[in-house]
């Protein structure tokens, strides 16, 4: 019966064009979604208009859709027709919301949609993660997804050829009002004309492309790219196929391009599902082209400024934090902002480490033997010498300092090599004053060849260190009034956001540790609440610090086909990353690592008799998660006792 509850159900979340709930069958065949009123996302049935569709997933399925056709309201259930009561007696509240359910023909597979529904996810209450599907009750869907979900069910299309993809689209085109926001205003009748020669003279599948039609080529994928959530959207809408390798919205856009090519009378139109692939993935590049970045990092413009001012960076921090990973991203990105077309040999990468010196960095002999069997020595160019030369020579080639290429030499593990004997006499010509052209410009004269040598002012250089093996305090003083020190922490944010715990913050971590369904979610969300905790007491100790924090990367990507394949890939992270670096910077003292970090509960985990990690299991993981985060705990006591 309906009840007189002590307040009325209102929305305490964000609303969505579609929404997606997990739940059984008595629900789905009964119309209706019902849920307890406590104030969690993932039961604010009360944001559910008339009229919304709420998708049904169950056990790997879509099965369909509800239509709202009441507004929730707070009905009594009595306790025996619930799967989860508080109470073992008597009635209930729970949020109610009556609907009609639509049935699919045939219920969509979840493993045939995943990877379209996280290309439209939001930033919040989403029901998919990288990881797979999130295991609470109700989710936001966005309207991409609500209407992909929509078209699939009705028959997903696959054209036999362009003509027949043409002949599908190019009436009901003209009966839909701009079907990509402008994209037929983009495409000129000069750009037209442009793009059909450059396709006619080069056979992009055979990668036989001149070097002078790349500009056109590029333009086509960035018209593409700029127009492409519209494309993918009107897509959507209009129930557009695929054909062969490309997407709807690739198909959409052949099509609205070959339009214009038409009208523009310079041949027959000529872009088409062979070629567009091959624009999109670049392939038709010279080999030597530079890779744009897979991603572009948020604090791109931050170490741009940065760079700029001093010529010179660190990215520190503990291991696992993303150094190695930012740098590479941010310098490719750098190079393709500043540069028309950026090639490999702008960037180089090299590793420090014990054994490398003078000779391998700046300049070194070899010993050879001659003509007549007599020793000789050659000069050899090192990693910086040589790539200095390459930078200088193109700086001196063009018009300006503006005019010249960047390039960036990116050392990783900076600290693990003798920075003092490995740049010699050159550190000095890293300032900004001393370098080519600058005001105070100073050479020095190699030891081998006798040559002077310059460090031109368009060279870069950014190295990578782990703290965890030295401290920023020790580096030679010389080198890091020459350097900007930038420090990388922790992100366990990073790690909520991407498997969708909450807000994608810890409080959404502790959320899903306690109220998850899935037990791997809740292994992994209590792993980051551990770590996070974990961190805070290293961060404490006298001879830790937060240089030998434990990083957030061990925890990313964990992905697998089941719920015991994640919780499996969650232990073997603990115990064959986390825990032996923990070991490591205890210098194996398990009884001071238990007693400091794990509060004397950590003998889950590891053997205080034969200091030995254990080969524990997901329980004892949990159980050890639990003991070490207090307010995980008490809530974890909490709901046991209810």
């Not at 109610?96 to 995943?114: C, G, H, K």
């Not at 100073?442 to 310059?454: A, C, I, N, Q, R």
Request: net charge negative; hydrophobic share 35%; with cysteine.
């Amino acid at each position: 019966m309906i009840s007189n509850f002590h307040y009325s159900p209102e929305a305490f979340t964000n609303s969505a064009p579609y929404y997606w709930v997990n739940q059984g069958h008595e629900e789905t065949e009964g119309e209706y979604p019902r849920a307890p009123t406590r104030e969690l996302f993932q039961y604010d049935l009360p944001k559910l208009e008339v009229g919304d569709r709420v998708f049904s997933y169950n056990n790997g399925q879509i099965l369909g859709y509800h239509t709202v056709a009441k507004p929730a309201q707070v009905v009594q259930v009595p306790v025996e027709e619930l799967d989860d009561p508080d109470s073992e007696t008597g009635t209930e509240p729970r949020y109610r919301v009556e609907t009609s359910f639509t049935y699919f023909d045939e219920p969509l597979a979840f493993v045939e949609v995943f990877e379209t529904l996280l290309k439209y996810k939001l930033d919040n209450y989403y029901p998919v993660n990288p990881g797979g599907i999130n295991q609470q009750y109700l989710f936001n869907l966005s309207e991409e997804a609500g209407k992909y979900l929509l078209n699939k069910a009705d028959g997903e299309i696959a054209y036999e050829s362009l003509q027949a993809a043409e002949s599908d689209l190019i009436e009901r085109l003209e009966e839909y009002i701009n079907p990509a926001d402008g994209l037929r205003g983009a495409l000129a009748k000069a750009t037209i004309e442009n793009w059909t020669e450059a396709l006619r003279r080069n056979d992009l599948v055979a990668k036989a492309v001149r070097r002078g039609d790349y500009e056109h080529l590029d333009e086509i994928k960035s018209i593409y790219e700029s127009f492409e959530d519209s494309l993918e959207e009107r897509a959507v809408h209009l129930n557009v196929g695929s054909l062969d390798q490309c997407s709807p919205a690739q198909v959409l856009f052949i099509v609205l391009v070959r339009e214009p090519q038409r009208d523009a009378d310079v041949g027959q139109p000529n872009l088409d599902h062979d070629k567009l692939p091959e624009i999109l993935e670049g392939t038709y590049q010279d080999e030597r082209s530079l890779a744009t970045p897979h991603t572009v990092p948020d604090t791109a413009s931050e170490l741009e400024r940065q760079v700029r001012a001093k010529h010179q960076l660190v990215f520190h921090g503990p291991p696992g934090t993303s150094k190695t990973f930012t740098v590479q991203q941010f310098a490719r990105w750098w190079l393709h902002e500043t540069t028309v077309e950026p090639n490999k040999e702008q960037l180089r990468t090299v590793t420090f480490h014990p054994s490398f010196t003078y000779e391998d960095f700046i300049e070194g002999l070899t010993a050879t033997e001659g003509e007549n069997g007599a020793g000789q020595y050659t000069v050899d160019e090192g990693v910086f010498q040589e790539f200095a030369t390459r930078a200088k020579d193109a700086y001196e080639d063009a018009d300006s300092l503006d005019d010249a290429p960047n390039y960036v030499l990116i050392i990783d593990e900076i600290n693990r090599g003798n920075l003092s004997q490995i740049f010699g006499e050159t550190i000095t010509l890293l300032e900004n004053d001393k370098r080519l052209d600058a005001k105070n410009e100073t050479s020095v004269t190699l030891p081998h060849s006798g040559e002077d040598f310059y460090v031109p002012p368009n060279l870069y250089v950014i190295g990578t260190m782990n703290t965890a093996g030295r401290s920023i305090a020790l580096v030679d003083a010389a080198l890091r009034r020459r350097f900007r020190f930038i420090h990388f922490g922790p992100d366990l944010e990073l790690v909520c956001e991407q498997y969708g715990f909450g807000n994608g913050d810890l409080d959404g971590a502790k959320d899903v540790a306690v109220n998850g369904a899935d037990q791997a979610d809740r292994l992994l969300a209590m792993s980051v609440c551990a770590v996070d905790v974990l961190n805070a007491e290293i961060r404490e100790a006298h001879d830790l610090g937060r240089g030998k924090q434990l990083g957030h990367t061990p925890l990313l990507g964990i992905i697998a086909e089941t719920t015991e394949g994640r919780e499996q890939a969650i232990i073997d992270t603990w115990r064959y990353e986390l825990m032996p670096l923990l070991e490591e910077y205890y210098f194996g003292q398990f009884k001071r690592m238990n007693d400091e970090l794990f509060d004397g509960h950590g003998d889950n985990l590891f053997d205080l008799a034969t200091q030995e990690i254990r080969d524990f299991t997901a329980d004892d993981l949990k159980e050890t998660c639990r003991a070490v985060v207090d307010d995980l705990a008490e809530v974890e006591d909490d709901a046991d006792e209810e």
